[in-house]
């Protein structure tokens, strides 16, 4: 499995301002993504960052409002930019690797979430 | 295009009771699909996949789905609910469309509560 950390794990921070997530993979991976768990709500993909070209936002996602970077196959950032309390969420962080599931020993991709950035905005 | 529905955003069962979490998927290609379970105050922790295999797919910590192509359903049981299985539970689907590009969709989540 990989394991993967997210720095910080939570803030708050006040509207207007911006805040910087970083996420670390222990290995490299070719595809990471970002995630946003409203409260009480499910998982929504904010975009898909692969290393070398630009990231590739999901409907409703600018990168003007969520710059991202991915310099190498280990790393990534995501950006909340200009932020207000609608933004009050947490981002996940994922990656997808090839390994083989424990119980079933079958090969295939699969999809590993970091602990997640607990975000408030006042 | 694909989505999946949990039935029940909150369920409650006694400790040593069988747990049962629905969820139906629509899916316009072959699925894949997942369930994942959540602790407070954590990531997301993959349970169980079904990949095309055998359709009865057993999980860690007890847990384990039947896919039903039929009923285009997944539901994730478990024999006997452990004080330790509250948490909060979402089911996703996946369209793989091969190199590792395929995009999870997750339902709204079911959140596990267990009564001693």
């Known amino acids: 499995s990989a394991v993967i950390s997210q720095k910080p794990s939570r803030d708050i921070c006040q509207r207007g301002t911006s805040l910087t997530i970083q996420c670390q993979v222990d290995s490299q991976v070719t595809m990471m993504f970002w995630y946003r768990q409203q409260p009480g709500q499910s998982l929504t993909l904010i975009a898909t960052a692969n290393q070398g070209s630009e990231a590739t936002y999901e409907s409703g996602f600018v990168i003007d409002k969520f710059p991202i970077s991915r310099p190498n196959l280990t790393f990534s950032t995501l950006t909340v930019s200009n932020m207000s309390p609608e933004d009050s969420s947490i981002y996940l962080c994922?990656?997808?690797?090839?390994?083989?599931?424990?119980?079933?020993?079958?090969?295939?991709?699969?999809?590993?979430f970091g602990p997640g950035t607990r975000l408030t905005v006042t | 295009a694909q989505s999946v529905t949990q039935l029940g955003s909150h369920v409650s069962v006694s400790e040593g009771a069988l747990v049962l979490l629905r969820c139906n998927y629509s899916?316009?290609?072959?699925?894949?699909l997942f369930w994942y379970v959540q602790y407070p105050n954590q990531g997301l922790q993959l349970l169980l996949k079904y990949t095309s295999a055998a359709t009865l797919v057993k999980g860690i910590n007890g847990f384990e789905a039947e896919f039903k192509k039929s009923e285009t359903s997944f539901h994730l049981t478990k024999p006997s609910a452990h004080m330790s299985d509250a948490a909060e539970y979402f089911c996703?689907?996946?369209?793989?469309?091969?190199?590792?590009?395929?995009?999870?969709?997750f339902g709204k989540g079911t959140k596990l509560s267990v009564i001693p």
């Open positions: 994922s990656c997808t690797r090839r390994g083989r599931f424990p119980t079933s020993g079958v090969h295939s991709y699969e999809q590993y």
């Open positions: 996703a689907v996946s369209a793989y469309s091969g190199a590792g590009s395929y995009q999870l969709t």
């Open positions: 899916s316009s290609v072959p699925p894949y």
